[in-house]
């Protein structure tokens, strides 16, 4: 009697924790499948998309009811290294072919969806009469980091015009280079034509001769673990409607 008693606890035992076993594991699966979670996009962009996208995902959520974009905004060849090491990334745009190519093993296609270019901006109060001017040890300028590329492309840009002069500090984007120019810090800085249209600052600039030096593309892409609704922002900053907001902003057509 106490025999059968033992065995009879012993199998109520295992089906009690059997059914909490299951239980468990369906609460994680319905976590990792949930709709909310697909419904989620985490954009990571050049910071001098940060006033366009913003708009642009508004009105994304606006057309998707439901959808949240959420942004992540720096330095491309920063977001590159990120993705490579793992960051939760659905959606890459980046200022230069370069830092998208690095994340090839995650975003295998991209395409150019928009082109901007570095020009020489100045306070209207205190004009530059032409870009060799930056050679001038008098006059203070910033520019970025030459590993991101508003720092590459600006490096490009100045030694096709015989620019030899040093900048006063490498700066880690173009929003820290964009900073010290309106907080007047310096006398000048190579930033984005955008981020002169954007700053809101009684700004004027100078064009650097070799347009093609000057001038980058951006490319956009989706990465192979992105949510489902991911390649569906992308496709509305190639619409009509996300194009306008760049070319309102400054960009250039990605043609």
């Given at each position: 009697m106490r025999n059968t008693f033992r065995g009879i606890t012993f199998l109520i035992a295992i089906a009690v924790l059997s059914a909490c076993s299951t239980g468990s594991n369906k609460g994680a699966s319905d976590v990792s499948s949930s709709p909310e979670s697909q419904?989620?996009?985490?954009?990571?962009?050049?910071?001098?998309?940060?006033?366009?996208?913003?708009?642009?995902?508004?009105?994304?959520?606006?057309?998707?009811?439901?959808?949240?974009?959420?942004?992540?905004?720096?330095?491309s060849s920063t977001l590159a290294e990120q993705i490579n090491s793992g960051a939760p990334a659905d959606v890459f745009a980046s200022a230069s072919r370069k830092s998208?190519?690095?994340?090839?093993?995650?975003?295998?296609?991209?395409?150019v969806f928009a082109t901007n270019r570095v020009v020489v901006a100045f306070p209207v109060a205190k004009p530059l009469a032409a870009v060799i001017?930056?050679?001038?040890?008098?006059?203070?300028?910033?520019?970025?980091?030459?590993?991101?590329?508003?720092?590459?492309?600006?490096?490009?840009?100045?030694?096709?015009?015989?620019?030899?002069?040093?900048?006063?500090?490498?700066?880690?984007?173009?929003?820290?280079?964009?900073?010290k120019l309106t907080t007047l810090e310096v006398d000048a800085a190579i930033i984005y034509a955008t981020d002169v249209k954007s700053s809101g600052a009684d700004f004027s600039f100078l064009e650097f001769s070799n347009l093609e030096k000057?001038?980058?593309k951006y490319p956009i892409g989706v990465t192979l673990s992105a949510s489902s609704k991911a390649q569906a922002f992308v496709d509305f900053a190639l619409s009509d409607v996300g194009q306008k907001v760049l070319r309102d902003a400054g960009f250039g057509s990605p043609s």
């Amino acid at each position: 009697m106490r025999n059968t008693f033992r065995g009879i606890t012993f199998l109520i035992a295992i089906a009690v924790l059997s059914a909490c076993s299951t239980g468990s594991n369906k609460g994680a699966s319905d976590v990792s499948s949930s709709p909310e979670s697909q419904n989620v996009v985490t954009v990571f962009a050049a910071s001098s998309l940060t006033k366009s996208f913003t708009e642009i995902g508004k009105q994304f959520e606006v057309e998707n009811p439901g959808t949240k974009i959420v942004f992540s905004f720096g330095a491309s060849s920063t977001l590159a290294e990120q993705i490579n090491s793992g960051a939760p990334a659905d959606v890459f745009a980046s200022a230069s072919r370069k830092s998208m190519d690095s994340v090839s093993a995650e975003i295998p296609a991209s395409k150019v969806f928009a082109t901007n270019r570095v020009v020489v901006a100045f306070p209207v109060a205190k004009p530059l009469a032409a870009v060799i001017d930056l050679n001038n040890p008098a006059i203070k300028w910033v520019q970025c980091d030459h590993q991101v590329p508003c720092g590459s492309v600006a490096d490009a840009a100045l030694k096709a015009d015989g620019v030899t002069g040093t900048p006063v500090s490498l700066e880690p984007d173009v929003k820290s280079v964009t900073g010290k120019l309106t907080t007047l810090e310096v006398d000048a800085a190579i930033i984005y034509a955008t981020d002169v249209k954007s700053s809101g600052a009684d700004f004027s600039f100078l064009e650097f001769s070799n347009l093609e030096k000057a001038t980058t593309k951006y490319p956009i892409g989706v990465t192979l673990s992105a949510s489902s609704k991911a390649q569906a922002f992308v496709d509305f900053a190639l619409s009509d409607v996300g194009q306008k907001v760049l070319r309102d902003a400054g960009f250039g057509s990605p043609s």
